[in-house]
């Protein structure tokens, strides 16, 4: 695929950018990067623009020069978009992508042209959840990034198909293994301290797609669907856990073009 970087007063963004016609933005989960959606990009790039960048101090990217909160990332792609003279995208995001669209989309809404939660949540934190946020720092700053990403990644899948999904476990985790550790640590820490965002939601008059996995352990489906209007589409890939760009890729597609062509 078509790698490309460039450099931003926040640091640097390496990408892929493949296709032509109206951009789409993807943003990737915590400890992943722009290759998790190695399935999807080459379907979604015979119609579309697809950009798919690596978040700070995932993948290939440089660390985030200003510290790490959801708002400075998404500041942080806004600039991105602006360097590639890009006025207007429709943003999908995974997971911790999908905290960085909220916060893009209450701040930059101009910008959009619809957006997309997939395996993401408007909802912030609960105390139990920001508890282990911290003790993954730790764990990060104890053990290193490959004791993280060993215990993280099976759980991101459907526990009935850890067998079958053996090779993208292993596939996600060579991704992980990537990230910086201040990368995870500074990431941990944004989504421990994000906002609740509901009020994007219920505020919005964009088209919005929300995607749950049937089987997600990470964000149960009634998470995802907090908010429902006429505006917002809402999907179930089945027998999914959190990583639908791997579980089911096929289905996932469907859903991203049904909304896009919709």
Known sequence: ???????????????????????????????????????????????????????????????????????????????????????????????????????????????????????????????????ARVANVEKVEKEGMQALIDGLVPKLFSPDNLESNARDIQRAKEIGYKTSREGAAGALLAMKDRPDLNRVLEETSLPVLLVAGEKDQIVPSEKTFSISKENIMQEVIPDTGHMGMYENPDELVRVMKKFLEG
């Not at 933005?25 to 990067?33: V, W």
């Not at 960048?53 to 959801?70: F, K, V």
């Not at 701040?107 to 105390?127: C, M, Q, R, W």
């Open 1 to 131: 695929m078509n790698r490309k970087q460039v450099n931003l007063p926040a640091g640097t963004v390496s990408y892929i950018d493949e296709g032509r016609g109206e951009a789409i933005l993807l943003l990737h989960g915590f400890c992943g990067s722009s290759e998790y959606w190695e399935k999807v990009i080459p379907v979604l790039s015979g119609n579309y623009r697809v950009i798919a960048p690596d978040l700070p101090g995932h993948g290939e990217s440089g660390q985030l020069a200003e510290g790490y909160s959801i708002e400075t990332i998404a500041d942080h792609m806004k600039s991105f978009l602006q360097k590639l003279e890009l006025d207007n995208v429709i943003m999908f995001g995974h997971s911790l992508g999908g905290y960085i669209t909220l916060s893009f989309a209450r701040k930059y809404v101009e910008g959009l042209n619809g957006f997309s939660l997939i395996h993401s949540t408007a909802h912030p934190d609960s105390e139990e959840a920001k508890k």
